[in-house]
């Protein structure tokens, strides 16, 4: 069962899933994220180029794919919880003009003497398909 955003430890349970969050990233999308972070790598908006480094056309950041986990895991935890670690793994390229779904569960939840919470979350971004291209890791303080 999904848990709504603004989580609090003592509504969740391990295998709580959070709710997905779907992007629909775009090539102009990826060009102004290329400015913002400063990765020109040409792959990211050129698709000649990035056809010729034998990809299949443009693909997206990982780093761009990497902040949408942590938009994900902060939406759910909401404003007054702590994000104390997020990491990332990219197993596959995903590219624009198709969906890039992130999703997560809890796999662990230990209380403290407040009340609250440290949960660890299972993270990831899927292709259209299902396949987990990107995969991760996250800790969370939650209040009670």
Same mark, same amino acid.
Request: glycine share 14%; aromatic share 8%.
């Given at each position: 069962? @999904? =848990?709504? @955003?603004?989580a609090r430890?003592r509504d969740v349970? *391990?295998?709580? /899933?959070?709710p @997905?969050l779907?992007?629909?990233?775009t !090539?102009?999308?990826? *060009?102004?994220?290329?400015?913002?972070s400063? %990765?020109?790598y040409?792959?990211?908006?050129?698709?000649?180029?990035a056809?010729?480094?034998?990809l299949p056309? =443009?693909i997206l950041?990982?780093?761009l794919?990497?902040? $949408?986990?942590? /938009?994900?895991v902060?939406t $759910?935890?909401?404003?007054?919880?702590?994000?104390?670690?997020? %990491?990332?793994?990219y197993?596959?390229? %995903? &590219?624009?003009? +198709?969906?890039? =779904?992130?999703?997560?569960?809890?796999?662990?939840?230990?209380?403290?003497?407040?009340?609250?919470? !440290?949960v660890?979350?299972?993270i $990831?971004?899927? %292709? /259209? !398909?299902g +396949? +987990? !291209?990107t995969?991760? &890791?996250? +800790?969370v303080?939650l /209040? @009670?």
């Amino acid at each position: 069962m @999904p =848990v709504a @955003p603004g989580a609090r430890f003592r509504d969740v349970h *391990v295998g709580d /899933e959070l709710p @997905p969050l779907t992007k629909h990233p775009t !090539t102009r999308q990826l *060009v102004q994220y290329a400015g913002a972070s400063g %990765d020109f790598y040409e792959i990211h908006y050129d698709r000649p180029f990035a056809e010729a480094a034998g990809l299949p056309g =443009v693909i997206l950041h990982g780093l761009l794919k990497a902040g $949408w986990l942590g /938009e994900l895991v902060q939406t $759910w935890a909401g404003p007054n919880a702590f994000v104390r670690h997020i %990491d990332a793994s990219y197993r596959g390229i %995903d &590219q624009p003009g +198709r969906p890039y =779904v992130l999703g997560g569960k809890i796999i662990s939840a230990e209380p403290n003497a407040d009340g609250g919470g !440290t949960v660890e979350l299972e993270i $990831w971004g899927q %292709d /259209e !398909t299902g +396949r +987990r !291209t990107t995969l991760g &890791q996250a +800790r969370v303080d939650l /209040e @009670p």
